[in-house]
DNA sequence: CAAAAAGATTGACAATAGTCAATAAATCAT
DNA sequence: ATGATTTATTGACTATTGTCAATCTTTTTG
């Protein structure tokens, strides 16, 4: 098994050699260019992505071709067009990689399948999925209840590597704003 | 049980008489009054709810008393302060209910008693839990990709209970803006 | 390495939304 | 029911943020 993985998992879960094999099997590696679309809006994400290394971005675009990022997923975390994923429906979002990246890929059917044959994986599952809403209640709240100075201090403090990584133009639409806002925002603090 | 549940539970688990009595013995009825706080800021939310009758508000309050409503909880649904139930840490949301309601309480210990006896209980509870997820990816879209006026047409659309059942305050805050801003809203349009 | 493309900054202005205050309407509790 | 309290509406003004455009900087790619 992929070593980042193993650590993912940690000790969430003891895997027999068996079952090790299992979860190896499910995963499929794929290298990404800088900026290629994994996933285009419209059609259905049909997998879950573990990110090794590098990014992805699961982001919104308008008619009038306006961005916005729905959500970012850095090394050791997981995840997709998440609606999409799960209710099989066309994606309203779109995922990219914005820099070159290792992911190891899983179906819906391996993900299923993993729930379903080894114990324990639904708890982890489970566990890790509260935590991804939890991250989302607090990004509705800061969106809710903070002007954009203070969502952007909230985003230095709690996930800087954003803000150090990614073009100021996708920090912009991760936080709502445009991005000459946020080039202000930069300036006047 | 409570029909309410049973119903809620519907064909997503099938009980065995004894798992039912179990189910039925882990929730506690308890009625609430008008604008009754059933989870004050600061202390630990220990409970889930499932609404039989009326509705759940979990908001946030500041230090000039602005309130904002992060959750709204309506019959048939269940809820809490979810990131303080969670994490077992103090909430910076408070819970209560703007109607008379009833309500069915799952303590934390009780919830895990079910997840860990029951056979398809956590199954049910992940499905419901990405369901919700996916409900607050889809308020942050609207947040990050809409103004005012539309986030309010999508409620009305969506989720009409909410404007009907309760105060343009409340419905003000938590669609993030001021209600002066919701009353030109409703009049312009 | 250089040309081209993309991204960032800044200014001027417009639009959206917030605040404060006064009044009107609706709702609650006795 | 009615007086009291809360909630909703409206106006005037302010503040924040967005848009468009120009320029400057950085990054990419042949």
Chains 1, 2 share one sequence.
Not at 42 to 65: E, P
Not at 101 to 110: G, K, M, P, R, T
């Amino acid at each position: 098994m992929h070593p980042a993985l193993k650590q993912h998992i940690g000790d969430k879960l003891i895997l027999s050699p068996e079952h090790e094999l299992l979860v190896d099997n499910c995963f499929k590696t794929r290298l990404t260019k800088r900026n290629e679309i994994l996933v285009e809006k419209g059609s259905i994400a049909r997998h879950l992505y573990f990110v090794v290394k590098g990014c992805l971005r699961v982001f919104l675009t308008d008619d009038d071709g306006n961005e916005s990022t729905r959500f970012l997923i850095f090394e050791g975390r997981m995840g997709t067009a998440f609606p999409s994923f799960i209710l099989k429906e066309p994606s309203v979002a779109s995922i990219q990689s914005p820099e070159p990246s290792e992911l190891l890929v899983l179906s819906y059917a391996d993900r299923d399948l993993l729930l379903n044959e080894i114990p324990g994986f639904e708890t982890m599952y489970r566990l890790g999925l509260e935590l991804d809403y939890i991250a989302s209640i607090q990004r509705i709240e800061s969106l809710i209840t903070m002007d954009s100075k203070a969502r952007y201090n909230i985003l230095m403090q709690t996930q800087p590597e954003i803000i150090k990584r990614l073009p100021n133009k996708i920090v912009a639409d991760y936080l709502g704003i445009s991005q000459e806002t946020l080039s202000r925002l930069k300036s006047k603090k």
